[in-house]
């Protein structure tokens, strides 16, 4: 038997008369770690195949089951120089230091957002919409639901003249707004519960700033707005002498004959206090803005802009309390359900502690821990018996090349049979000494030594043949 045993790699290790091992050659010590080391090569060729798939079904599940959010959202806002461009600028402020775009589309107003909303086809993805403009029936069959209410928008009546009463408003040259904006079709309902018809009026389809600029110079007798105070033109109207601001003084009747009208009280000297603007209390009634978005808005855009919303309205201001707004009442659209959660407190609990993305890609990952249980836990099962087969497979191949020999030595002709045995002896030879090269674990060592003690069982048997193979030549 040649050399190259276990024992023969070992022994060199304790010398016969030392205390301390010697110090063996790096060839020699490369040699027995490549022997009893773990094998890498074998477990990535058993387990490669299902880790790949592991690894696609993963991120099949990460896009598709539960895509990223967008990082640009498309808003319907308003007029320019309306409330509604300005609350877009501050929510494209808001939602920029979560890396989202907004990008404000200007539009005339309430009316043209929800017609906007309702084709998935223009592109917009949210818009601010006046409560009263459509029904809950229709929503929902458009796909539309609410991200809450955001403000109350009071109907602001401005007149040259004091007028106490709408009747009064008869022949006169009234501005409401082009079609696409939400205060016509209100205005219009106004007048019928007060028994004057829209054709007794001369009414005006003007934008809000040049209606602003007509009723200033006396081309219109006055002019309608439906907007939050913060709107620029509101506040300079509320201070311009000679504009009047018509008191709703049945502001509770309006709101029991319309429920998506609130009641408001613009309170004296709210514009200016060292003025005393207004001096005196005004009612007024009151529509509420709503977020509304298109269904298929991703649930984690709709928890940012609960969240933007929340800190661009939660405040105090002249209608509304801090913290009444936003809210998930006075709305005919169902509120989506992330709204729902946040308005009843639940904010997503990562959120509460990590940057948005961060968050929403730990909320996400719930959805590749499922996918990728249903591949790990048969795989595991099944990689491990792979393993061992691979490995054992390394030692086993040379089976065949030894079953080979004896075929030969047992199928050799007598007259042959001295240089076929010579020959494979020859081979045999060889065979051990690749098989002494094999890097195999140490659990699997009896395999490789049983091989090794087979190869030398079959020279035994073909070294005891040869003597009878020369007589027989010689013959």
């Known amino acids: ?21 010697k110090i063996l050659p790096l060839h020699r010590i490369t040699r027995f770690t490549r022997f009893t080391r773990f094998s890498l090569r074998d477990f990535i060729v058993a387990a490669g195949p299902a880790a790949l798939a592991v690894l696609v079904t993963g991120l099949l599940a990460y896009w598709l089951v539960d895509p990223a959010p967008p990082k640009k959202i498309v808003m319907a806002t308003g007029q320019e120089n309306s409330a509604y461009e300005a609350l877009g600028r501050r929510y494209a402020e808001a939602l920029r230091q979560y890396d989202v775009e907004l990008e404000l589309r200007p539009t005339l107003g309430s009316r043209e957002n929800l017609e906007r909303l309702r084709q998935p086809d223009s592109g917009v993805d949210v818009g601010f919409v006046q409560s009263g403009s459509t029904a809950q029936e229709d929503a929902q069959r458009n796909g ?10 009071p109907v602001w009546l401005f007149t040259r003249k004091d007028v106490t009463r709408l009747s009064q408003l008869k022949g ?34 003007m934008q ?37 601001l018509f008191d709703f003084a049945q502001a509770q009747a309006y709101t029991r004959r319309f429920p998506f009208l609130t009641h408001v009280t613009l309170p004296r000297g709210i514009v200016d206090l060292g003025r005393d603007i207004p001096s005196r209390d005004f009612q007024l009634i009151a529509p509420t803005a709503t977020l509304v978005a298109h269904e298929s808005l991703h649930p984690a855009l709709v928890d940012l802009l609960v969240q933007t919303a929340a800190s661009v309205h939660g405040g105090a201001g002249w209608f509304q309390k801090q913290g009444e707004f936003p809210t998930a009442s006075y709305s005919e659209i169902p509120v989506a359900e992330a709204a729902v959660r946040f308005y009843q407190g639940d904010k997503p609990f990562l959120q509460r502690y990590l940057p948005f993305w961060l968050a929403n890609f730990l909320q996400r990952m719930w959805v590749v821990v499922v996918a990728l249980g249903a591949l790990i836990i048969p795989l595991s099962r099944i990689i491990p018996p792979l393993y061992v087969w691979k490995v054992r497979s390394r030692v086993y191949r040379w089976y065949g090349q030894l079953r080979e020999v004896e075929q030969a030595v047992d199928e050799a002709q007598a007259t042959d049979r001295a240089e076929v045995y010579g020959r494979q002896l020859q081979r045999l030879n060889e065979i051990e000494e690749r098989v002494n090269r094999i890097s195999i674990p140490l659990s699997f060592a009896d395999e490789l030594y049983g091989l090794r003690s087979h190869i030398n069982f079959v020279r035994r048997r073909l070294l005891a043949l040869m003597p009878q193979a020369g007589r027989a030549a010689q013959q």
């Open 1 to 21: 038997m040649q050399s190259g045993s276990f024992l023969g790699i070992v022994s060199p290790l304790v010398s016969s008369g030392a205390h301390m091992p």
């Open 144 to 153: 539309l639901v609410s991200l809450g209410s955001l403000f109350t928008e």
């Open 208 to 244: 809000n700033t040049p209606a602003t600029v007509a009723l200033l110079e006396g081309r219109i007798d006055g002019l309608v707005f439906s907007s939050s105070p913060d709107a620029p033109l509101i506040q300079m109207l509320l201070q311009t002498p000679g504009i009047r």
């Open 172 to 205: 006169m040259r009234i501005n409401v707004g082009p079609e696409g904006t939400g205060l016509p079709g209100l205005f219009r309902t106004i007048l019928s519960v007060n028994g004057v018809e829209p054709d007794s009026l001369r009414l005006r389809d």
